[in-house]
Nanobody
Framework: QVQLVESGGGLVQAWGSLRLSCVAS????????MGWYRQTPGKQRELVAT????????DYADSVKGRFTISRDNAKNTVYLQMSSLKPGDTAVYLC????????WGQGTQVTVSS
């Protein structure tokens, strides 16, 4: 089992920045990928960014490339999502995930970008 706790969401004006955090605990040694999805009402869940934990390789949705950065602090068992140049279209609940033989999810954190 892996437990994930997100924080860092909130209300920000367009072109502003936020940093989301996801603290992992439990059986984290078997996690091979961590990342973030986002969800808005009536839309499919969108994969935003991933980080392969062994190689440190990252990947991003086209919609956030150049604006979002995923990173990790192994000492703190934490993955971050630094979001810059935010747009109203980035408004969503952001969910952290960890992949082993299955996906584990955090509870989500709301990000609201005002125009």
């Amino acid at each position: 089992q892996v437990q994930l706790v997100e924080s860092g969401g909130g209300l920000v004006q367009a072109w502003g920045s936020l940093r989301l955090s996801c603290v992992a605990s439990g059986n984290i040694d078997v996690v091979n990928t961590m990342g973030w999805y986002r969800q808005t009402p009536g839309k499919q869940r969108e994969l935003v960014a991933t980080l392969r934990t062994s190689e440190g390789v990252t990947d991003y949705a086209d919609s956030v490339k150049g604006r979002f950065t995923i990173s990790r602090d192994n000492a703190k068992n934490t993955v971050y999502l630094q979001m810059s140049s935010l747009k109203p279209g980035d408004t969503a609940v952001y969910l952290c995930f960890a992949a082993t033989y299955r996906l584990f999810w955090g509870q989500g954190t709301q990000v609201t970008v005002s125009s």
